[in-house]
């Protein structure tokens, strides 16, 4: 794992106005940073602009202001820089079924990145068309792939839609890919299947993946680092071991102590849900709806005022395991 | 004393061009009041077609045999009329997909009074909405959001209104249809917890179904596994989740890891293979073409649901470890 970032965000904030003139501020000042070969894991509740992220990372949302940079590059909206990006970092959509042209092969599908980045007649190993839809094919798992080459989406199962999806990333030799609940819809049994693929394409390709999701249990099977978000923000981020297994920001472990499979936390069910974007709270966003401050232990601290009225910086992407919260930085100093 | 729901050997096929499909082939399964019971399985396992014969909302060309027994009367058999007044007050469904499954064009107030109205026709206004705005707060969403459209609800508050609907009859029996599956983890808790709470004080049955069985580990007294129509392990929650007996249900247990487990780390348990097609079942024990441990045994006749400490499973090696 080389420890130049491939890509990565510096406080980028994206902010949409609604029909009403208010403008919602989906995000809020993120750093994230993805290493080749690494697996990053974006965590956090609908609303928490998790997905907002992953678009503005892939160039499909332009930041308000703030910036993306690719290979220490940043990334230019128009020309050939796009196209460029648009093979190297692509992105799997979370509904599989729904993604695939219905009326398109399996081959159709695959073939149509190609066709368009004109990547056939430039293959170093001079394949034919067909030879790269299979290779892509089979790198995703789908053997032997001629015999899926005339299939239509509706006679594929769950899991193979989505080995399809993937294959159709793989076919543009991307060094980076971005997965938005890649396995929410699906079953149970087949979910394993392909997070077994992420990880092994991960390890043979040396791809940087970033995966978003809402599941924990999928961030400790595959990813080595997590940053939850919060209402447009990063709140926690560092290593998978740390952020899941010593977690310092009261909502990741808030979070935490829901998940059905983690039996030995307590459960903290949060009231309510994740704020509106028009109405971002002041202070610290999550002082609202925070366990921590409303049982005392904030006060306790001395700082629940700064909890109410002073705001927090944005957590830099360093890699090391940071917390954006108060009461953590008075425990710590 | 009757059960709250008996299913005695259920099985539903449809008829399709193709023959008689096999959706459930003989499922016997009890919910007394106070329960919660849990179905697990995976799309196709025929769970979603088990619920809706409780309230005999299955399609036409479904044939069904077996009883299915709510508070002692067959749903099946029994006269339309009954079966009307069977329906929310007996016994209610929570659908899954609350979007799709509330009108978008009546206001929330207006349908949940809708089967109060129908099982009560004399009910005044007045009475109707002081019974809407006492299930409201049962469910725990604000009075001031009875006037509300389905669109101006989160995806939890939608749940939350198809829960005080199912609740407005004062029903014993609740079948809840994947109720938390488009929900984030926080209101997917908050919601579990809403729905282990009336059960604990208004003492009514709750059969959940879900993909999930962690999910129904957490909220759940028995889980019942379904693969390909059939149930393949019975027992506690703890039991099911914890040391599962079949080689299926430690399957899907496994695929919800246990966060901190080394054993998961960088190590996603997955399962090779598809569900069998239903009108092509393979001989023997379903699951044999992708249980790890099958024997050539396995393939010789289908496995009835053998006792195994405490609990059942359709498995001929249980036994052995």
Known sequence: ?333 | MDHLLELRGLSVAYRTTDGLLPAVRGVDLVVDAGEVVGIAGESGCGKSTLASTVLRLQPKDAVVEGEILVGGHDVQTMEWGDLRALRWAEAAIVFQGALHSLNPVRRIETQIAEPIRVHEPGISDAAAAERVAELLEQVGLPPGRSRAYPHQLSGGQRQRVMIAMALACRPRLIVADEPTTALDVMVQAQVLDLMAGLVKDLGVGLMIISHDLSVLSDVCDRVAVMYAGRVVELGSAEQVFRSPAHPYAEALSSAFPRVGDPAARYAPAGLAGDPPDPLDLPPGCAFAPRCARATDACTEAEPPLLEVGGRRAACIRVGER
């Not at chain 1, 020309?79 to 729904?98: F, N, S, T, Y």
């Not at chain 1, 791809?207 to 923000?233: E, F, S």
């Open chain 1, 1 to 333: 794992m080389s420890d130049a970032p491939l890509l990565e965000a510096e406080g980028v904030r994206v902010e949409f106005t609604t029909r009403g003139g208010t403008v919602a501020t989906a995000l809020d000042g993120v750093d994230v940073a993805v290493r080749p070969g690494e697996i990053l894991a974006l965590v956090g509740e609908s609303g928490s602009g998790k997905t907002t992220l992953a678009r503005t990372l892939v160039g499909v949302q332009r930041p308000t202001s703030g910036v993306v940079r690719y290979e220490g590059e940043p990334l230019s909206y128009s020309g050939r820089a796009v196209k460029r990006l648009c093979r190297e970092v692509q992105m799997v959509l979370q509904d599989a079924a729904g993604s695939l042209n219905p009326r398109q092969t399996v081959y159709e599908s695959v073939a149509e990145g190609l066709r368009l980045h004109r990547l056939v007649g430039r293959d170093s190993g001079g394949r034919t068309e067909p030879e790269l839809v299979a290779a892509a094919l089979s790198e995703a798992g789908l053997r032997p792939p001629e015999r899926l080459f005339l299939r239509y989406p509706h006679e594929l199962s769950g899991g193979q839609k989505q080995r399809v999806l993937i294959a159709g990333a793989l076919a543009l030799r991307p060094r980076l890919l971005v997965a938005d609940e890649p396995v929410s819809s699906l079953d149970a049994s087949i979910r394993g299947e392909i997070l077994a693929l992420l990880l092994g394409l991960r390890d043979s390709l040396g791809l940087g993946i970033v995966v978003v999701t809402h599941d924990v249990g999928l961030a400790w099977n595959i990813a080595d680092r997590i940053a939850v978000m919060y209402l447009g923000r990063v709140v926690e981020c560092g290593t998978t071991e740390e952020v899941l297994q010593s977690p310092r920001h009261p909502y990741t472990q808030a979070l935490l102590s829901v998940v059905p499979e983690i039996e030995e936390l307590t459960p903290v069910v949060l009231t309510g849900e994740v704020p509106d974007p028009t109405r971002i709270p002041g202070g610290c966003r999550f002082h609202p709806r925070c366990p921590a401050l409303a049982d005392g232990a904030a006060a306790e601290a001395g700082v629940a005022d700064a909890c109410r009225t002073t705001a927090l910086p944005v957590l830099a992407a360093t890699g090391e395991h940071r917390v954006a919260c108060h009461l953590a930085t008075a425990r710590d100093s």
